[in-house]
């Protein structure tokens, strides 16, 4: 939660929320893509449906470098007039390998394909997306983060590169969060104009809309613009750690709810539907073993280190990265 935010502020009727960050069954885990796992087993409509109950005035998905979920909406619903196509990129340093995930808010199908083909490289990608005054932030900003990279020099380029910075992500740590928070009110006290943003990264229906983003604007576009100016702010809650293993378990039965479906889809050859078998039936000991759970628990402890070894030197940090701190686009 933003310390900044009062309860007057949060009365005024004049303010408007949406999940800048959440997922659909559009978004592939991409490291068994053969087997056809996905990140989210959630429709798009039952995600809108949700959000819209949880009092978002506007909704959007970011499904893993896809529109496929916003447009299939779309399609089904043309109606729509609170709802705006979203993507989360995943975009990479070329010299480092470093990755970065950006969400994008408001963007069109041409601009979708021009982001996809430019996408393995931040360095192109970017300027892309500024020269389209794109609305464009960096997600969950350590959660990648490899450290043997230089902290100051990683910061301080994407700095130069960004406006807009998640500081509440409802499937990180906390001490991720307020790390980010206290990085990011740092730059805005030099002068800066940086927009604060929250999203839930829900890919259970759980969670949707529990973390979100509040500002001002009567339609998407202008909502979008209030969020550009830097006059919005994040607000609610992120999981306990409790509740991100069961998310991941959830999304292992929801995998294998899917079997007799896939099995019998005329979309993937013979060949497909046995590797699709094969990684169900060796989900099963993963599972039992309690692997996932491991794994989850090894990504938050790594987010819970990164962060507090930056807190830790953290004026040291802001001294270095000092020269950029007024840098803008």
């Given at each position: 939660?933003?310390?900044?935010?009062?309860?007057?502020?949060?009365?005024?009727?004049a303010?408007?929320?949406?999940?800048?960050?959440?997922?659909?069954?559009?978004?592939?885990?991409?490291?068994?893509?053969?087997?056809?796992?996905?990140?989210?087993?959630?429709?798009?409509?039952?995600?809108?449906?949700?959000?819209?109950?949880?009092?978002?005035?506007?909704?959007?998905?970011t499904?893993?470098?896809?529109?496929?979920?916003?447009?299939?909406?779309?399609?089904?619903?043309?109606?729509?007039?609170?709802?705006?196509?979203?993507?989360?990129?995943?975009?990479?340093?070329?010299?480092?390998?470093?990755?970065i995930?950006?969400?994008?808010?408001?963007?069109?199908?041409?601009?979708?394909?021009?982001?996809?083909?430019?996408?393995r490289?931040?360095?192109?990608?970017?300027?892309?997306?500024?020269?389209?005054?794109?609305?464009?932030?960096v997600?969950?900003?350590?959660?990648?983060?490899?450290?043997?990279?230089?902290?100051?020099?990683?910061?301080?380029?994407?700095?130069?590169?960004?406006?807009?910075?998640?500081?509440?992500?409802?499937?990180?740590?906390?001490?991720?969060?307020?790390?980010?928070?206290?990085?990011?009110?740092?730059?805005?006290q030099?002068?800066r104009?940086?927009?604060?943003?929250?999203?839930?990264?829900?890919?259970?229906?759980?969670?949707?809309?529990?973390?979100?983003t509040?500002?001002?604007?009567?339609?998407?576009?202008?909502f979008l613009?209030?969020?550009?100016?830097?006059n919005?702010?994040?607000?609610?809650?992120?999981?306990?750690f409790?509740?991100l293993?069961?998310?991941?378990?959830?999304?292992?039965?929801?995998?294998?709810?899917?079997?007799?479906?896939?099995?019998r889809?005329?979309?993937?050859?013979?060949?497909?539907?046995?590797?699709?078998?094969?990684?169900?039936?060796?989900?099963?000991?993963?599972?039992?073993?309690?692997?996932?759970?491991?794994?989850?628990?090894?990504?938050?402890?790594?987010?819970?280190?990164?962060?507090?070894g930056?807190?830790?030197r953290?004026?040291?940090?802001?001294?270095?990265?000092?020269?950029?701190?007024?840098?803008?686009?």
């Open positions: 939660m933003n310390d900044a935010v009062t309860p007057e502020l949060l009365s005024d009727p303010l408007r929320r949406a999940d800048l960050h959440c997922h659909s069954r559009f978004s592939v885990f991409k490291y068994f893509k053969r087997a056809n796992t996905r990140d989210c087993y959630n429709a798009p409509e039952d995600v809108y449906r949700i959000a819209k109950e949880r009092g978002m005035h506007f909704v959007t998905l499904d893993h470098d896809s529109i496929d979920g916003a447009l299939y909406l779309l399609n089904k619903h043309p109606d729509l007039t609170d709802f705006f196509i979203g993507e989360e990129v995943e975009t990479y340093f070329p010299e480092t390998g470093q990755r995930h950006v969400g994008v808010w408001g963007l069109n199908e041409e601009q979708h394909r021009e982001i996809q083909r430019l996408r490289n931040i360095r192109e990608l970017v300027p892309y997306m500024k020269q389209q005054g794109m609305l464009f932030g997600n969950h900003l350590f959660q990648n983060y490899r450290m043997k990279n230089v902290a100051a020099t990683y910061i301080a380029e994407l700095l130069t590169m960004f406006d807009v910075f998640e500081v509440l992500n409802g499937a990180m740590a906390s001490f991720h969060n307020k790390m980010v928070q206290q990085l990011v009110v740092e730059v805005k030099h002068g104009r940086i927009s604060m943003v929250g999203g839930s990264d829900a890919h259970t229906l759980k969670h949707v809309a529990k973390v979100h509040v500002s001002k604007g009567e339609t998407p576009a202008e613009e209030n969020v550009r100016a830097g919005s702010f994040a607000w609610g809650a992120e999981m306990r409790a509740e293993v069961a998310d991941i378990y959830l999304l292992i039965l929801a995998y294998h709810g899917e079997t007799a479906n896939d099995l889809s005329a979309d993937y050859t013979a060949t497909d539907k046995t590797i699709q078998l094969a990684g169900r039936l060796a989900s099963i000991p993963t599972a039992i073993s309690g692997l996932p759970a491991a794994i989850t628990s090894l990504n938050y402890l790594k987010q819970i280190v990164v962060t507090k930056f807190s830790m953290f004026a040291k940090l802001v001294e270095e990265i000092r020269p950029g701190l007024g840098a803008g686009k």
